[in-house]
């Protein structure tokens, strides 16, 4: 049986949290897990009524959360969410920087400059802005905070056909590095979350093909993709007392696909 000691190292009791892309996915599952580990959650997503579903989700589960749209990309909207998680929790102490998305399979020589843009601007520009007012108001009203960062293994093991959305992963894991040391005299911790294949409800059409089976039975040492409460469960650890010491870390969650 587990201690209170042990336990209280993944309480959240008392925080809030902001999750962008929470509507579905990863996101979600982010959400979800630090409700239950105690956090008040402002669910974000681009589109109101996913926020929203997942929010009442989990205060039917007993939790505190509440949906809030956002597109991470209008950077014009991040201190308007801020304030409203602030005003509705008491405080914000949590940001976990989930949005994002890779272009379409495209070869590198007929990337155009649009796409490129876009890709640059969900993966890294959102999550740059968006831990930059947050840390602000941290920093104004003199409050440790944790910012986490989900990266991907792409950024060390690049994706064929998905330059843009390589470079920007990787970019987004130093970016983390690089702030983890700026924040460090504020009490701000800054850490990243570098997935592999995960299995979600945006994927599963490509983890049940057989196809796929076979080549990550093959690429992964785990034998297959992980689950998105696999993610969500290092995104806890990183939020909590636990990882009170830990800043600017890459954690990989992968099933072992980066050391193939």
């Not at 809030?68 to 014009?76: E, K, P």
């Not at 940001?95 to 843009?117: I, K, Q, R, W």
């Not at 995960?198 to 080549?215: F, G, K, L, M, S």
């Amino acid at each position: 049986m587990l201690g209170e000691s042990t336990r209280g190292l993944l309480d959240l009791a008392g925080k809030t949290a902001i999750v962008t892309g929470a509507g579905q996915g990863l996101g979600r599952a982010i959400a979800l897990r630090l409700a239950d580990a105690g956090a008040g959650v402002v669910v974000t997503h681009k589109r109101a009524e996913g926020a929203v579903a997942v929010a009442d989700e989990i205060v039917g589960n007993g939790g505190k959360a509440t949906g809030r749209a956002l597109d991470v990309t209008d950077i014009a909207a991040h201190g308007r969410v801020i304030d409203e998680g602030t005003a509705w929790g008491g405080s914000v102490d949590i940001l976990v920087n989930c949005a994002g998305g890779m272009h379409p399979f495209t070869p590198y020589l007929d990337v155009d400059e649009a796409t490129f843009d876009a890709t640059i601007s969900r993966n890294l520009k959102s999550a740059y802005f968006l831990s930059q007012a947050f840390a602000r108001k941290l920093v104004e009203a003199g409050r440790p905070g944790r910012i986490v960062n989900i990266a991907s293994t792409a950024a060390t093991k690049p994706d064929f056909q998905l330059a843009a959305y390589n470079a920007a992963k990787a970019a987004l894991v130093q970016f983390g590095r690089s702030i983890a040391v700026e924040l460090a005299p504020h009490g701000i911790l800054v850490n990243t979350v570098a997935p592999g294949p995960v299995r979600t409800t945006n994927t599963e059409w490509i983890y049940d093909n057989p196809a796929w089976q076979r080549v990550l039975k093959e690429k992964v040492p785990l034998g297959g993709p992980a689950e998105a409460d696999d993610v969500a469960a290092a995104v806890l650890f990183l939020c909590g007392p636990g990882a009170r010491h830990t800043t600017g870390s890459t954690v990989t969650v992968d099933g072992g696909f980066t050391c193939t």
